[in-house]
């Protein structure tokens, strides 16, 4: 099978577009709860949270989403919601050394395997499911069967000798989900 020239230019940008697609990008603006889809609001209102709801209007490489920043009993929380207020995930924001034993040591000898060198920026337990085990989990912090758990990392790393920060995901079992370049140029998101 011989690939023309028009082919193999078209495979180029493919590949192109694939490894740019491997960006992360956010960008955060504050806003009112009033331009939040309803069905977000509502349900963040029927939560016990005490401490003030921040919203924002979140723009990224995955689309345009709204987040609802707060803490409870201590703990960070960003709930994400769809464009039109469907739940995307929520995440709580936990020290790396808090994460279970196995799931530390598995994470640092993927870290150690790939990267040179690396520090750990920011570590979140983010649980995707529906908003009834959701809630539960807000309210009780017992994390449920129902729910998918995974961890997500920013990490700075020196890599061939350059340094980057990646945002790097991985389910329950510490495998590999997903790796983004952060953008740190592009990027305008509320650290919290």
Same mark, same amino acid.
């Given at each position: ?103 530390? /040591?598995?994470?640092?000898?993927? &870290? !150690? #395997? $790939? %990267? ?5 920026? @920011?570590?979140?337990?983010? *649980? ?12 009780? /912090?017992?994390?449920?069967?129902? &729910? !998918? #758990? $995974? %961890? ?5 790393? @020196?890599?061939?000798?350059? *340094? ?29």
């Amino acid at each position: 099978m011989t690939l023309n020239k028009s082919t193999l230019i078209i495979l180029f940008f493919l590949v192109q577009l694939a490894a740019s697609a491997q960006v992360k990008f956010e960008k955060e603006k504050r806003v009112k709860s009033s331009d939040v889809p309803k069905s977000a609001t509502t349900w963040i209102d029927s939560l016990p949270f005490t401490h003030k709801i921040k919203w924002y209007k979140e723009i990224s490489q995955d689309g345009t989403s709204y987040e609802a920043k707060t803490c409870l009993h201590k703990t960070k929380y960003s709930i994400e919601f769809t464009a039109t207020g469907q739940l995307i995930d929520v995440e709580l924001q936990t020290p790396f050394r808090k994460l279970n034993e196995a799931v530390k /040591k598995e994470i640092e000898e993927v &870290l !150690t #395997k $790939n %990267y040179d060198k690396y520090s750990i920026q @920011k570590t979140q337990e983010q *649980y995707i499911g529906n908003k009834d085990s959701v809630g539960k989990l807000i309210i009780d /912090k017992n994390t449920r069967s129902e &729910l !998918t #758990k $995974n %961890y997500e990392l920013i990490v700075k790393v @020196k890599e061939d000798g350059d *340094y980057k920060t990646y945002e790097i995901t991985f389910d329950n079992e510490v495998k590999l989900i997903k790796k983004l370049v952060v953008d740190q140029r592009r990027s305008d998101n509320i650290e919290f």
